[in-house]
């Protein structure tokens, strides 16, 4: 009865799963779209800067061999 729950339930999800999958996207990337991704992913690395920059102080205790 177990494995005839599991297997109903692994059906289950795999039919819900495949509802959103789409076969054909007939799309493309434009020019604008790559420079978004671009921005994003300066943003992200200057985020990480200033993060670690503000933290410094902690950091360097937690990894300096004295305390």
């Known amino acids: 009865m177990k494995f005839f ?14 509802n959103f999958v789409i076969s054909n996207a007939y799309a493309y990337i434009d020019p604008g779209s790559g420079s978004l991704i671009l921005q994003m992913l300066i943003g992200v690395l200057v985020g990480i800067g200033i993060a670690v ?5 902690k950091l360097k205790e ?5 305390k």
């Not at 937690?62 to 004295?66: Q, V, Y």
């Open 53 to 57: 920059k503000v933290y410094w102080f």
């Open 5 to 18: 729950k599991i297997t109903l339930l692994f059906l289950f999800t795999v039919f819900l799963s495949s």
């Open 62 to 66: 937690k990894f300096s061999r004295r």
